[in-house]
């Protein structure tokens, strides 16, 4: 796969030297550039799926006028969250 380069980011070079100050042994600045950048994508992929199912949520309960109470919710989230916590231990 043919590579390609990003725009030239102007920096402050308090910044520059921050994150030079962070680079792992081998790790060059271009590299943690481009890992940044990766979990940035990541994260905002993944905010947008929440968005999304969030929306399509709201718009089922519209829809069918079946909701559930936030109370609801939240013993069914602490119920998973202790789950979670069981399971982690084991």
């Not at 994150?19 to 947008?48: K, N, P, V, Y």
């Not at 718009?59 to 069981?86: F, H, M, N, Q």
């Amino acid at each position: 796969m043919k590579t390609a380069t990003l725009p030239t980011v102007r920096v402050l070079p308090e910044i520059r030297a921050e994150a030079e100050a962070l680079l792992d042994a081998g790790e060059s600045l271009s590299m943690f550039i481009e890992d940044s950048l990766r979990r940035h994508i990541a994260l905002r992929q993944s905010e947008r799926a929440f968005l999304a199912r969030g929306m399509a949520a709201g718009a089922r309960a519209r829809e069918t006028g079946v909701t559930i109470s936030a109370e609801d919710s939240l013993v069914r989230l602490r119920a998973l969250g202790k789950k979670r916590k069981a399971s982690a231990k084991a």
